[in-house]
């Protein structure tokens, strides 16, 4: 088993900031993507940010340029800093890996438990 386990959230003002924390445990042989997803009532499934085992950064166009996706030295925990928060940007946000256990599986994604971001005066 893979397990993520997300902090960070909270309720904060408009214009204000958060940073979310994924942490991935268990038996991984290997990570393609990690990244963030967010839903909120009356809106599809949204993926929010991935970063790629190589480095490489996504994000939606709605959060470019205010969100940060990032990760440790040691690849086992993911982060997305939110700037300018605006009250659409309130939502469950969920932590997704897509990652090997052994080496003869093929990849699976991996959810975290979500954490709730309310962004409101």
């Known amino acids: 088993q893979v397990q993520l386990v997300e902090s960070g959230g909270g309720l904060v003002q408009p214009g204000g900031s958060l940073r979310l924390s994924c942490a991935a445990s268990?038996?991984?042989?290997?990570?393609?993507?990690m990244g963030w997803y967010r839903q909120a009532p009356g809106k599809q499934r949204e993926l929010v940010a991935s970063?790629?085992?190589?480095?490489?950064?996504n994000y939606a166009d709605s959060v470019k340029g205010r969100f940060t996706i990032s990760r440790d030295n040691g690849k086992s925990t993911v982060y997305l800093q939110m700037n300018s928060l605006k009250p659409e940007d309130t939502a469950v946000y969920v932590c997704?890996?897509?990652?090997?256990?052994?080496?003869?599986?093929?990849?699976?994604?991996?959810w975290g438990q979500g954490t709730q971001v309310t962004v409101s005066s």
């Open positions: 268990g038996s991984i042989f290997s990570i393609n993507v």
């Open positions: 970063i790629i085992s190589g480095g490489s950064t």
């Open positions: 997704n890996c897509n990652a090997r256990r052994r080496g003869w599986e093929p990849a699976r994604d991996y």
